[in-house]
Each structure stands twice: as C-alpha cells, then as structure tokens.
C-alpha cells in the first residue's frame, strides 16, 4: 500500500471511530494551535530581521567614519588591536590581490568573497562570524583602489535579545495552543449541543418506536433559526406525520375489528345452526341457509371496503390525465346497469366535455359508483337520479342527486365518517364506508365532497375539482 493510501485509509477510520463531537474539538483546536504557532514565528523572524538590521546600520556608519578617516592615511594603519572582549570594534583594510597583502597577518577572517568585494566583482554585504567563540557581525564594503574594508562589531547584546524572544514566543505560542485546545472543546460542546440532543431523541424514538416524542426547539423569532434548529423542526414535522399516521391506522383497525364483531356473531351463530342442521326442518335450514349466505356477502363487502379504505392511505400510485366526462359517462351507464329500477339522466355541460385531470381512474370511478350506489340505494323505485357535470367559475363540478328522503340536518356532519349510518339507514345493506371512501379519495384528488338538502327534497353531493382554479391540479383543456 503506498504512503498516501495508507494515510486516507487511516484517515477513513479515525473519521469512523471517532464522535463527531472529538473531530470538530480536534479541527477547530488545530486551526486556532496553528495560527498562533505561525504568528509566533512570524514575529521571531521580523524581531531577529529587525536587531540585525540595526547592528548593520551602525556598521556602515562606522565604515562612514572610517572611510571618511582613511583619505588622510596609508593604507593598513587602520587594522588596530582586535581583541573581542577590549575593543568593541575593529577594522581591517584588504586588497584584492593577495599579493599586496601587509606582512603582518590579519585579524579578522579573509575570505575569498572579501576579495571579490575589494576587485568590484560583488556587492557590500553582511555576515555572521564567531570571534574567540563570541557571536560577531562583519561588513564588507569597497573603499576604492581595489581595497575593501572589513569592520566587526560585537553582536553579543543582539544574540542574546533574539534568544529571548524566541523564548518568549515560545512560550506565549505554548499558552496559544493550550488556549485553543480549550477553545476547540468548548465550540465543539456548545455547537453541537441541539446535534446531541436531536440524536439522543432518535435514538430514544428508535428503541420505544413511539412517535410522540418531540425535540425541545431553543425559544425564538421563527425564520431566524440556524441550521440544527430548522433540522429539529423539520424532525418534529416528521414525527408528527408519522404519529397521525399511525394513530388512524390504529383507530382503523380499532373501528373495522369493532364493527365486524356484530355481523361475525351472527355469522357464527347461523353456522352452528346449520352443523346441527339434522334437528332442523327443511324450512328451517333454508332459512339459516339463506342468512348465512347473506351475511357471509355483508361481512365479504366490509372487508373489501375496510382494504380499499386502507390502500388509499397507501403510498401514490402513478397519476393519469383522467377525461372526468368520459369516465363519469362510463360509470353511469353501469350504475344504470346495476340498478334496473332507476333511471339515471346524465347532463353534461359543453364546457366540462374536455376537461382533463392528473388522476387515478380506477379511484374516481369508485368513488362515483359509491354516491351512484347510495342515490339509487336511497331513492324510491322509478325515482331518477340526476348525475351532472358542469364548469364552474374555473372548477369542475360534478352532482349525483336523488329525490330519496335526503339526509337530515343532524346526520349531514356525520354521513362522512367512517362506519356511520343514519339511523333510517340501518334496515338497508352497507357498511358506512362508502361516503368515507368517497371523501378520501376526493382530497387524494385535491377535490372537495360535499353533501346537502336538495331544493325540494332528497340528497344532493357535490364534487368539486382544483383548489382555486388555475394552478396545479386544476383542470386543463385539451
Ligand atoms: N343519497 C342518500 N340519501 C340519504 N342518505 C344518504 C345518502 N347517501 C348516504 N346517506 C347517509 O349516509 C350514510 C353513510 O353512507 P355510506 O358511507 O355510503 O354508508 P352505507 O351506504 O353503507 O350506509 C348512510 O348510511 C346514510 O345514512
Ligand atoms: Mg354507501
């Protein structure tokens, strides 16, 4: 494996095995240890650039003077004494030939770039150089006649201030890192803090499976909230869901195994009869015989409706563009079929002909056959049932109207909800899950099911399409 793999491998599971918390401590300590350790540094080298600086400005003054001093004398007279602790500085001519050399050795260390200074070939310059083990500065600067002028100061005081700072930014660069480990766990607990406690909710969520947990949001203006909070909301919205959904289906199948309890009884009742059907008349068999049947048929019709009832609260299936006239048409026409008895006149208004919905057909036409079921149900024999389709304002419409006892103002909140029949309804076959099979599946649609007293007697329920006309989901011509 090579080095740089091995290293993202290592990285990939320091990242695994560590809390997210210990990683963020990590990184924002890092980055706050690493600008103090650069700004330490940054100021040794401007402070050791800037004392050095000034030795040299004083070292090329005194080679001012010097110069200045030397028109007026032979050369060499000025390389005097160069003892480092008596003479603060010294001075020494050299030429660029080594044959013009004095005959008296030299002080001061002659290297060949002092010659190539005295020849002109390089420029003045500076440099460090240890004198009897002491730390000294040397300049070198041309004075003309193919001499050069060596000059040495003592750089004792400059040495030991640089060692000073070093020591002291050090130490203030140590206390930065110190300060930034510090820093690094705090920012790391405050910060992620709400983080803690959105997992710690999860994971409670996650072991009791109850959704009516919810996380604790800071106090504050709404729409001004950061990040983990706008989570947490958005967290408790889903919870909210998921409750609401699991308490209907709860109360579903509270209501559905209530409501088959009564007919099953009976069920188990005639069937018990008819195993000792040995001790019954004929007349007496054909009659257990006949009750089962019918109630075998009632109790299959619930249990049809109660799963159709669920599936609706199903996942979406795939929406088609619906023609709502064609497919009421249909509808109608096997309702009529259905009910020999009754017939049904279907209006429909030049506008609405061509008008095109996102839908499920298989629902719509359910939902059409059960108000179709109820109206003819409802209605006495010979009476008709008045189906219409219309535009209004921009909303498809559609009415189903009977001119049967109609629903009476203290039934017309209920007729909706699931399992409730009026009580003159009772001595008629149902289950009371067709209006509320109707109703879900319109809001599936975004249409609206109404029901109500029609003038002059019977029940009169409305469909309406679109929630306003225009926008999405509503109709469309095609
Ligand atoms: N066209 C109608 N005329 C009078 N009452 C109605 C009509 N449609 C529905 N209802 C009332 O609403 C109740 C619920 O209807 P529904 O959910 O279809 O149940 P079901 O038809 O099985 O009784 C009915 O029991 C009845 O009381
Ligand atoms: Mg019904």
Known sequence: MSGGRRRRALGARWRRHRPIRTRLALAASAAVALVAIGVCTAAFFVIRYEMYHQLDLNLTQSATILIQSDRHRPVGNIAGECRYLSAPACSQVVPADPADDPAAPYHLPVTPPV???????RAPYFSNFRMEGHPARLAVTPIGGGRALQ????????????????????????????????????????????????????????????????????????????????????????????????????????????????????????????????????????RASGALTRQLREVTGLVNDLIELARDEEPQPLLEEVRVAALAEHTVAAAAAHWPATPFPFHLAPQAATVVLPGVPARLTRLLTNLLDNAAKFSPSGAPVEVELS?????????????????????????????????????????????????????AHGAELTAEQAPGGGALFRLRFGGGGGGSGGATES
């Open 115 to 121: 010659r190539e200074v005295a020849s002109g070939a």
């Open 151 to 286: 000059l040495a100061l003592r750089a004792d005081s400059v040495e030991r201030g640089i060692r000073q700072a070093a020591l002291l930014l050090s130490a203030v660069g140590g206390a930065g890192v110190l300060l930034a480990a510090a820093l690094g766990y705090w920012v790391s607990r405050t910060g992620l803090a709400p983080v803690a406690r959105l997992t710690a909710t999860a994971e409670h969520i996650a072991a009791t499976r109850d959704p009516r947990h919810r996380i604790e949001l800071p106090p504050g203006p709404p729409g001004r909230e950061d990040e983990v909070t706008r989570l947490a909301a958005s967290f408790n919205t889903m919870l909210g869901e998921l409750e609401q959904s699991v308490t209907a289906q709860r109360r579903l199948v509270a209501d559905a195994s209530h409501e088959l309890r009564t007919p099953l009884t009976a069920l188990r009742t005639n069937a018990e009869l008819l195993a000792k059907s040995d001790r019954l008349t004929p007349a007496q068999r054909d």
């Open 391 to 443: 535009v209004r304002g921009a909303r498809l419409e559609l009415t189903v109207r009977d001119h049967g006892p109609g629903i009476s103002a203290d039934d017309l909140p209920y007729v909706f909800d699931r399992f409730y029949r009026a009580e003159a309804a009772r001595a008629l076959p149902g289950s009371g899950l067709g209006l509320a099979m109707a109703r879900q599946i319109a809001r």
